[in-house]
T-cell receptor, first 114, second 112 residues
Framework: NAGVTQTPKFRVLKTGQSMTLLCAQDMNHEYMYWYRQDPGMGLRLIHYSVGEGTTAKGEVPDGYNVSRLKKQNFLLGLESAAPSQTSVYFC?????????????FGPGTRLLVL | GQQLNQSPQSMFIQEGEDVSMNCTSSSIFNTWLWYKQEPGEGPVLLIALYKAGELTSNGRLTAQFGITRKDSFLNISASIPSDVGIYFCAGANGGATNKLIFGTGTLLAVQP
């Protein structure tokens, strides 16, 4: 049982390049989330999904797109990377929401945009 | 966007000391969670609180859900070097999205 895994672990991009971050979970969770973490700040929600085929915007969605074609996978895309998107990206998943169910986090993807 | 106020921002203590940190919000939550993040890793859940006034322990960690539902506290007793990390609080109201609002984190350093 691997939990939540993220690919890749590290990436360096040039401004304007595109890339996709992959998140996979094997816990049969309905809900999945993408966060970014910047120095001195907590995690901020980028996009989330409440089930296969559905996505919604979080707090900081600009410059990102997501897709949830399979229940176990949640993809985060950067179409044209900008230096402001240099950050650590975390994926999380949880069971169907009830009373604030706990979220389980992946190890993170460290992205540097030059 | 909304973030929770967490204090202190950082703590540098000696091994064996007790630690207290807190988290406050301008709005109420139905759930408070405390996570720990170690270098190079994602946050890991420590304690979940679901009821105002609730006091819950996990080993040397004790957390409380504030009676006003606008705050929460985490205490660590007899700290050890492996307690080093960043501690985040998070509030949630469940519902259709289960979105969490995170605090800004408390960095804890423990000197042996």
């Amino acid at each position: 049982n691997a939990g939540v895994t993220q690919t890749p672990k590290f990436r360096v991009l040039k401004t304007g390049q595109s890339m996709t971050l992959l998140c996979a979970q094997d816990m049969n969770h309905e809900y999945m989330y993408w966060y970014r973490q910047d120095p001195g700040m907590g995690l901020r929600l980028i996009h989330y999904s409440v089930g296969e085929g559905t996505t919604a915007k979080g707090e900081v969605p600009d410059g990102y797109n997501v897709s949830r074609l399979k229940k176990q996978n949640f993809l985060l895309g950067l179409e044209s990377a900008a230096p402001s998107q240099t950050s650590v990206y975390f994926c999380a998943s949880s069971f169907i929401a009830g009373r604030g169910e706990t979220q389980y986090f992946g190890p993170g993807t460290r992205l540097l945009v030059l | 966007g909304q973030q929770l106020n967490q204090s202190p921002q950082s703590m540098f203590i000696q091994e064996g000391e007790d630690v207290s940190m807190n988290c406050t919000s301008s709005s109420i939550f139905n759930t408070w969670l405390w996570y720990k993040q170690e270098p190079g890793e994602g946050p890991v859940l420590l304690i979940a609180l679901y009821k105002a006034g609730e006091l819950t322990s996990n080993g040397r960690l004790t957390a409380q859900f504030g009676i006003t539902r606008k705050d929460s506290f985490l205490n660590i007793s007899a700290s050890i070097p492996s307690d080093v990390g960043i501690y985040f609080c998070a509030g949630a109201n469940g519902g259709a999205t289960n979105k969490l609002i995170f605090g800004t984190g408390t960095l804890l350093a423990v000197q042996p």
